[in-house]
DNA sequence: AATTATTAGTCAGTTAAACTGACTACAATA
DNA sequence: TATTGTAGTCAGTTTAACTGACTAATAATT
């Protein structure tokens, strides 16, 4: 396999197989790009800035994705104390079930993985890395 | 750093710094996803087709990068002999040479990270996979 | 041998997910 | 107080994929 599919082919088919799981539960309204924002979200809240930088997008494009998950119930939108330009999102009770359930999901798939069962196999990354 | 990101963000990163490196040495007409196409490619040529399997994408989104590619002069199209509907691409000699200079640049990059020396650690990806 | 199904590739249009640039409102600094 | 910087939004663009419909050629089936 070619030596930059060997980081990127991983990773799509996470995201891949995480949003159907997600979709067969029920949680809908997501897209792939939405996995950035609940994966970065910091448990007291966090700023859209903070967030984009943390997923490394600009902050127009993370600006989107969580007006996006606002709209569908998985954020709620907060005033920052101290700064009225600014933004704090945090988790709803929705949003918080996704994450859980969301790392689960992944959690359980690289198990899968690295024991050679999935759907994919992991060996040639970790020798490489070795 | 979160799940997904531990393999998409050297993917990321890896392409970013090829490109740049690239451009520098004069590489131009290629955009990020061209890596593909070359990387992919079999000595004796390759179909479209058989390209697109191996990215992981459709054939008509292939068919465009090796379009691209072949006026940019790194591919040159020839006959399959034996089925009149099928393209055979082979690299050019300036093909050979992006190759070539790719996987070393990818090399280093990597051997650099495995180093701890680098703008990125592999670190957390290497725990994750043990 | 003729028909049917499959495969290789292209054309056209669409979608996802990012980007840049310009802007407003507020905050921090000189 | 005036200037510079930061948080976020709005608008438009670009990159890189996608699906669907099609032609031409090959392979399979009857």
Tied chains: 1, 2.
Excluded at 13 to 38: D, M, R, S
Excluded at 46 to 56: D, P
Excluded at 61 to 79: F, T
Excluded at 98 to 114: C, E, M, P, V, Y
Aim: glycine share 6%; proline share 2%; charged share 30%.
């Amino acid at each position: 396999m070619e030596l930059i599919s060997l980081f990127s082919e991983p990773a799509r088919l996470l995201i891949t197989l995480l949003f159907e799981e997600l979709k067969i539960k029920g949680y809908t309204g997501l897209k792939p790009a939405h996995a950035q924002v609940f994966q970065n979200l910091e448990k007291e809240g966090s700023r859209i800035t903070e967030l984009a930088l943390k997923a490394g997008i600009t902050k127009q494009s993370m600006s989107l994705l969580v007006y996006d998950m606002e709209n569908a119930g998985y954020l709620k939108r907060y005033k920052d104390k101290g700064d009225n330009r600014a933004v704090i999102f945090r988790l709803t009770a929705k949003g918080e079930k996704l994450l859980k359930f969301s790392d689960q999901i992944l959690r359980n798939i690289i198990t899968k993985w690295k024991k050679e069962q999935g759907e994919y196999s992991l060996n040639e990354l970790k020798v490489l890395l070795k």
